[in-house]
């Protein structure tokens, strides 16, 4: 295995044990012989710590030393799941660590088990930009993620009773991968006024005043590469009050309680990450976030900038920024504000910095995810960047108007300040007119934005400015961490571990599938990964699955248009049709487990409703002795970064069933495809991207395309709207009372019958059904079902996170790698 050239920590499985044992006895000031699992894994991340720490100074004094532009990664979402097995393997010491721990007493697995997930993210959007850090560093890439230090991360998931319950995630309590920097401070001011004069040569000036200030204080993360010194910086951000812990004057005049009040409102700005996924609703709390985040970051990477004594307008020269969707999008203003009122600088120089800086990725069509803030709301909490989104919007709107002088209506379309009641600022159209590059993240989803929600800007600026970055995912931990016989198998068979760096060697391993031998290692890795899941099943539901059944999973957050309720309604299908059989016609049927987990927003009825039908379909047909081994359905409670990696590489197939144009890409579908699971899909974000690099063969596609669901839509509005005849049987015998009170579950039957069926649930049922019988067929047959799963990982090279990164750097970024010799 390979290992990083060293330049600090452990050199091996004795000396490395010699660490555990210091840490354990004077960093924790513990005995070794009262060690337990949590003391060990304490010990043995601060080992690792260690070990990164010289790399990391290294790499920035490099990268400062060599003033190399630099990336910088605005997410208000990093779902980084668990850092020792990652840091482990990043430095090549996984094996020095697993003897030495074993030499202890102790099993690695349990040790890394230990970790609470770092969960700073939702889903989809907050993974990428784990992924992408992880890219960055292991591509040499100088990189700064900035973020929230939310207290509290997404909440965890418990089932009661068949429905979500949410617990607080406070994670906080011993975490060894941040370093606070209690110098690295940033005063953030909010509310107060703007006044306007006039300077000495007359020039006008504003000036904003009052309000109040939030200090925000930098932590810091290392980000290791995979193969390489190069550790890149992750900085989040945490609230706190102005001049420490309480205003000294109050406390000193006896107003403790007001005096503690200013500290908890101010700490309240990074205490929580809002728990919607693709739903936006407008709180000033939210508005707060962004604004703190990006004034800090911005303020850091400006005094960085400036300490090279460059002109400003080889700025964008020094630095790109990523904006991770719109939520960052008030960088923009700042960037505006700082140069023109702080700097002095004129407005124009100003924009076109602002414009060559920035680059802008949209991850969402869903009208209601579209962030826009009350004018009232920007006006109080940030009176100085209102009135500048104003300027950039006449700027803007007067260009608009030259080009199209006949044309009132598109003035209307595409302002900044839509005119409604309550006016409102759209964040999408002002990080489209501050950016240089606005991507979508896979070909179907960068083509639809061009054609609906920014056509109008596509007619402005060309089509130049809008590009395709089709995501990807690491293979670091979502193969060779989640899966690490799987990688061993492949590593013997395509040259070593180089694949891990240069994903498209995969292709290599296609010859095997015509292996005989390779195709029954391959089946033993995939059962073994099973029967792992199977474990946890027991050990969480009290379910028994047979591992020897189809693993039909879908893991992702609950939402309509993911249409989990299409799963379980077809999942209702199969048990219907089951249950009409007879013993002997039963027994030719293929034993299956239908395995969900995601977490529903907490506001979210619909999607909880999903999820307690799920539930109560599982407590039935789990119990129905008729059925046996036959049919299963298994909620995972909590599903998380960790969870996925050992779910993942346990399927045989998995749902990616999003109603067509409205899933941007999807991700976990390129985790079980790379994990040898097969998959059944709509034609759909990257879905389709799959399908074209591993063969229409190797997945099961089904369902309306995106260019008729329009249509659709309005012909179940205006026209004749028949439910699909299986569907109907389903919902009858939900409302029979089988899986439990059937009022319960009226309003996901009405959104099918009586509200338009905005899914196309009813639509997509038969052909839905028809390609679930597909999948039996051709999983009765394993030798071809293990030849299409070793061809499609064979072609999954191209979605690597990688390769996603090293496109962003060309066509967005415009920045190269830097590496760090030793
Ligand atoms: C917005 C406002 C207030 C609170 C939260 C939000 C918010 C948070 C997360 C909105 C959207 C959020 O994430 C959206 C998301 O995860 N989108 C997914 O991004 C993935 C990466 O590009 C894609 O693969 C998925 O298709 C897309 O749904």
Not at 607 to 614: F, T, W
Not at 648 to 662: N, V, W
Request: aromatic share 10%; with cysteine; glycine share 6%.
């Amino acid at each position: 295995a390979w290992k990083k050239n060293q330049t600090s920590g452990f050199r091996g499985k004795t000396e490395f044990e010699k660490e555990v044992v210091r840490h354990v006895e004077t960093t924790l000031a513990r005995s070794v012989f009262n060690c337990d699992e949590n003391a060990a894994y304490a010990a043995t991340s601060l080992a690792f710590r260690d070990r990164l720490i010289l790399d990391w100074n290294r790499t920035q004094q490099r990268q400062t030393y060599r003033d190399s532009k630099r990336v910088y990664y605005l997410s208000l979402e990093f779902l980084m799941g668990r850092a020792l097995d990652n840091a482990m393997l990043n430095v090549g010491q996984k094996d020095d660590a697993k003897a030495g721990l074993a030499e202890l007493g102790f099993r690695i697995e349990d040790i890394i088990g230990q970790e609470h997930d770092a969960a700073l993210g939702n889903g989809g959007l907050g993974r990428l930009a784990a992924c992408f850090l992880d890219s960055l560093a292991s591509l040499d890439f100088p990189a700064w993620g900035y973020g929230l230090r939310y207290r509290y991360g997404i909440f965890k998931q418990e089932i009661i009773d068949g429905y979500q319950v949410e617990v607080p995630d406070y994670w906080l309590d011993f975490n060894p991968w941040e370093f606070p920097r209690h110098d690295v401070t940033v005063d953030i001011q909010f509310f107060g006024n703007v006044s306007k004069s006039v300077d000495s040569n007359g020039k006008a000036i504003a000036k904003w005043e009052g309000g109040e200030i939030v200090q925000a204080v930098a932590f810091d993360v290392p980000i290791p590469g995979y193969a390489t010194p190069t550790t890149n910086n992750l900085r989040l951000w945490s609230s706190k009050a102005s001049g420490g812990e309480f205003d000294f004057q109050k406390f000193n005049n006896g107003e403790y309680e007001s005096s503690v009040a200013d500290q908890q409102r101010a700490e309240t700005i990074s205490a929580v990450l809002y728990p919607n996924d693709n739903l936006e609703r407008g709180k000033e709390l939210r508005l707060k976030q962004q604004y703190f985040w990006v004034a800090a970051s911005l303020y850091d990477i400006v005094r960085r900038f400036k300490k090279s004594h460059r002109p400003w307008i080889e700025f964008s020269d020094q630095v790109a920024i990523q904006l991770n969707d719109t939520h960052p999008t008030l960088a923009i203003v700042e960037l505006q504000r700082i140069l023109l009122d702080i700097e002095g600088l004129e407005w124009s120089l100003a924009w076109d910095i602002v414009t060559s800086t920035f680059g802008y990725t949209n991850h969402t069509v869903l009208p209601e995810a579209l962030e826009k803030w009350p004018v009232g709301l920007m006006q109080h909490l940030l009176p100085r960047h209102l009135q500048i989104i104003y300027d950039i919007n006449l700027f803007f709107l007067q260009t608009v108007e030259k080009a199209f002088p006949n044309d009132r209506d598109i003035l209307r379309r595409v302002s900044i300040i839509e005119e409604s009641q309550p006016k409102m600022v759209r964040m999408a159209f002002l990080a489209i007119v501050g950016s240089h590059k606005v991507n979508g993240v896979a070909e179907l989803h960068s083509d639809l934005i061009k054609t609906t929600i920014f056509k109008d800007f596509v007619e402005i600026y060309g089509p130049d400015k809008f590009t395709n970055v089709t995501n990807g995912i690491t293979p670091r931990r979502w193969l060779h961490q989640a899966n690490p016989r799987l990688s061993e198998l492949i590593a013997s068979k395509v040259g070593g571990h180089d694949f891990l760096k240069d994903l498209t060697l995969l292709n290599r391993l296609e010859r095997y599938a015509e292996d005989k031998d390779f195709r029954k290692e391959w089946y033993e890795i995939k059962y073994a990964n099973k029967v792992r899941l199977a474990k946890h099943i027991k050990a969480t539901t009290g379910v028994t699955v047979n591992p020897a059944a189809l693993f039909d999973v879908q893991v992702k957050r609950i939402h309509e248009y993911k249409r989990q309720q299409l799963n379980i309604f077809g999942v209702i299908h199969r048990y219907l049709t089951l249950k009409g059989m007879t013993p002997e016609e039963r027994k030719k049927m293929l034993p299956r487990v239908s395995i969900f987990g995601g977490k529903a927003a907490p506001g979210y009825w619909m999607a909880k409703q999903i999820i307690h039908l799920i539930n109560s379909v599982g407590s039935i047909v789990n119990n129905d002795p008729e059925i046996g081994d036959l049919l299963k359905v298994i909620f995972i409670a909590d599903y998380n970064v960790s969870k996925a990696e050992i779910i993942t590489p346990a399927s045989d197939l998995s749902e990616h069933i999003s109603t067509a144009g409205t899933e941007a890409s999807g991700t976990s579908n390129m985790k079980f495809v790379l994990n040898g699971g097969l998959i059944i899909g709509t034609c759909d974000g990257a879905n389709i991207e799959i399908t074209r690099e591993i063969g229409e063969s190797n997945i099961f596609l089904f369902g309306n395309l995106a260019e008729d669901v329009e249509d659709l839509r309005h012909t179940h509005n205006y026209g004749d709207h028949a439910i699909d005849s299986d569907l109907e049987k389903v919902f009858l015998e939900i409302e029979k009372g089988t899986f439990g009170t059937p009022n319960d579950f009226s309003a996901m039957i009405a959104a099918v019958r009586q509200h338009g069926d905005y899914y196309l649930v009813s639509d997509d049922f038969h052909s839905y059904i028809e390609t679930h019988h597909l999948v039996d067929e051709a999983y009765r047959n394993q030798e071809e079902w293990i030849k299409k799963s070793i061809i499609s990982v064979a072609r999954m090279g191209f979605f690597s996170s990688d390769r996603c990164i090293n496109e962003y750097a060309e066509q967005i970024w415009n920045v190269e790698p830097l590496v760090v010799h030793d």
